[in-house]
């Protein structure tokens, strides 16, 4: 259904239009047309509620009562004085459930690890309803939106104000589109955790390096001079042109030191992610396993996958390494430059904490690259669900909303012919 007043009155004109009837006046037409809208609720709502359990139906319902406040008390929570000894009785008497609609409307604090349990915590909330994942299905997701943010803008008076069949239909499009919006809020937050601390970890070794002394004395000048001889003898080979000017001791000096500190950089910045990681951001990799699953249609992925499932196995575990019976997944899951790092050159085992620091890096870049999808989610969910599922059975109203030829060749021509104008002015 349009959820536009002035589309669906624009609608109704081109059909009187298409059947050669005589519009009706203005007043008319605004009858007409909010009796359909409150035919489509009383449907809607009717179907809805009839999709909900008994159970599910309960804990919506204690949703609104935990949000009531009691006589003499500012309804709406955030609205009720701080100091107000009656609203805080309430909120202890409800079992810390009173603010909890509240916060279900509200964004993701800051970046960091206390925002990501804290959005756990609340996803946890929201599935414990217990809503069916069929509950809107067949109904526009622009209808279940706009329900949503008719939710958002309601007080806890207008909850109980409403009929049953409303109050529970939009509480219900609230919790499962929040539920979504939540899924795809933990993936950003895992997404931009696991950058931050590599980029920070980078930050501070780079910095201790640059502090530290600098073992081949004038290294600036050398190169200037290096370049400089490049560029005036161009033809000359290295012996006869860059030998005089830089010894041939001292070049290897250089590319000697260039490799030290690349590899020193390396094991600092794993050293720096390490006690970043295991002191602070690992208590909350198991929590995240738990609340959100990670899905994957690519074969090529399956080691990332399986990297997955064996950081869940472990969950609760004390051991350092994982036990010489385990297929650990190490190709595509950990880089070449991190091999030292895991396996154990004594034993062979590998090491659980630089391995899970290896496998966040392995399952970020495949989320970005959508070849690991989330299940419940919207934004990062399974791409083969970004097309309309009409997609096939109306390929041309699909390309004409798109503006773009079904053949490839136009398409093609087409772009060479933009990319040409582009380039030339």
């Not at 589309?7 to 009858?31: F, V």
């Not at 217990?130 to 526009?140: D, T, Y």
């Not at 002191?279 to 074969?299: E, I, T, W």
């Not at 097309?387 to 909303?401: S, W």
């Amino acid at each position: 259904m349009e959820m536009s007043r002035d589309r669906l009155r624009g609608a109704l004109l081109a059909r009187c239009r298409e059947d050669r009837i005589e519009p009706p006046k203005t007043t008319r037409i605004e009858r007409v047309l909010g009796a359909a809208e409150a035919m489509f609720e009383r449907n809607f709502t009717t179907t809805t509620v009839q999709r909900l359990s008994l159970e599910s139906v309960g804990k919506l319902e204690e949703l609104i009562v935990a949000e009531a406040a009691p006589a003499g008390v500012p309804a709406g929570g955030q609205d009720a004085p701080q100091g107000d000894g009656q609203a805080q009785a309430a909120a202890a008497a409800s079992g810390g459930r009173r603010a909890f609609l509240q916060e279900l409307k509200e964004d993701p604090g800051p970046l960091q690890l206390e925002t990501l349990l804290a959005e756990i915590v609340k996803l946890e909330r929201v599935k414990a309803v217990g809503l069916p994942a069929a509950l809107f299905e067949g109904v526009s997701e622009k209808v279940v939106a706009g329900w949503r943010a008719r939710a958002m803008k309601m007080y806890p008076s207008d909850f109980e104000a409403a009929a049953p069949p409303v109050r529970l239909t939009v509480l219900a499009a609230l919790c499962q589109v929040r539920q979504a919006e939540l899924i795809d809020g933990l993936v950003e937050l895992l997404i931009q955790l696991v950058h931050k601390i590599s980029v920070r970890a980078e930050q501070k070794v780079e910095g201790e390096l640059n502090a530290e002394f600098r073992r081949v004395q004038g290294k600036n000048g050398i190169l200037v001079k290096l370049a400089t001889a490049a560029l005036e003898l161009p033809e000359e080979i290295v012996r006869k042109a860059l030998y005089p000017v830089v010894g041939e001791r001292t070049l290897e000096d250089i590319i000697a030191e260039a490799k030290a500190n690349e590899k020193e950089l390396r094991t600092r910045v794993r050293t720096k992610l390490r006690g970043s990681y295991s002191h602070h951001y690992r208590r909350g990799l198991p929590k995240l396993l738990k609340a959100v699953r990670f899905r994957s249609s690519n074969d090529t992925f399956k080691p990332v996958m399986d990297a997955l499932d064996l950081l869940k196995r472990y969950d609760g575990s004390d051991a350092d390494f994982y036990a010489a019976a385990e297929a650990v997944p190490l190709e595509h899951v950990v880089p070449d430059d991190w091999r030292d790092a895991v396996l154990d050159l004594d034993s062979d085992l590998v090491e659980r904490i630089p391995y899970e620091l290896c496998v966040l890096v392995a399952l970020r870049k495949a989320i970005r690259r959508r070849e690991i999808w989330v299940e419940g989610a919207n934004t990062w969910r399974n791409p083969d669900e970004d097309l309309p599922a009409d997609f096939e059975d109306n390929r041309d109203v699909h390309y004409e909303a798109l503006s773009k030829p079904r053949d490839p060749a136009d398409f093609i021509a087409d772009l060479q012919k933009r990319t040409w104008r582009r380039w030339t002015g």
